[in-house]
């Protein structure tokens, strides 16, 4: 079974500043999604950004990219000049079929 | 912009009774997911449509939660008899298709129905 780990429940930050948060899974598949979703305060999730396992170059959407690293099984996502409105909780997740999720990393961004 | 549709979006029962969402996915999407999301957790896949058929209800509770979609269009999701530990955020989602390559489509959540047994 595929399993995802997300080892910060929290992380803070200051506006304007750069967040890595981290995520690392568990699988025997070789042909996979990765995906990074955000879940503000009562409001529903929405998609950050994905990446291709097979493909080796990094996913980037504006100011948020992230660090693949198939080998490691790790998938961590880097905020760029972070804003109020990045305040959310964040959700790693693995697919083939159905989604994984991991437990989720609660950012607040501090003014 | 196309959205998922759930109702209610609250509901608060009493344990033993029976209790149903309803989901309408975005138009054309043949792929319907149900998650829970307990408190501070992430969401866990109960059970996922193609079309009316039942691809994957490996994690559905199945002697008290059962789920439909008759006409491969909305589904609905019942609980009976409800307990305690069924409080959480019940969450649909669906994607255009999941033939080929499922994991390259990407999934549009619902805004979630929250329950709440007493």
């Known amino acids: 079974a595929q399993t995802v780990t997300q080892s910060q429940p929290e992380m803070s930050v200051q506006e304007a500043e750069t967040v890595t948060l981290s995520c690392t899974y568990d699988?025997?598949?070789?042909?996979?999604?990765l995906f990074w979703y955000k879940q503000p305060p009562s409001r529903q999730m929405i998609l950050v950004i994905r990446q291709e396992a097979y493909k080796q170059q990094n996913a980037t959407e504006n100011r948020f990219s992230v660090n693949f690293q198939k080998a490691a099984k790790s998938f961590s996502l880097k905020i760029s000049d972070s804003q109020l409105g990045d305040a959310a909780m964040y959700f790693c997740a693995y697919r083939t079929w159905g989604l994984t999720f991991g437990e989720g990393t609660q950012l607040t961004v501090n003014p | 912009e196309a959205e998922v549709a759930q109702s209610p979006r609250y509901k608060i029962t009493e344990k033993s009774q029976a209790v149903a969402f309803w989901c309408d996915p975005i138009s054309g999407h043949a792929t319907l997911y149900w998650y829970r999301q307990i408190l501070g957790q992430g969401p866990e896949l109960l059970v996922q449509f193609q079309d009316e058929s039942v691809v994957d209800d490996s994690q559905l509770p199945k002697d008290r939660f059962s789920a439909e979609r008759l006409k491969g269009v909305d589904s609905t999701l019942k609980i009976q008899p409800a307990e305690l530990g069924d409080s959480a955020m019940y969450l649909c989602a669906s994607s255009l298709a999941a033939s080929g390559s499922p994991g390259q489509e990407t999934q549009y959540f619902g805004p979630g129905t929250r329950l709440l047994v007493l």
């Open positions: 699988t025997s598949e070789s042909d996979y999604y």
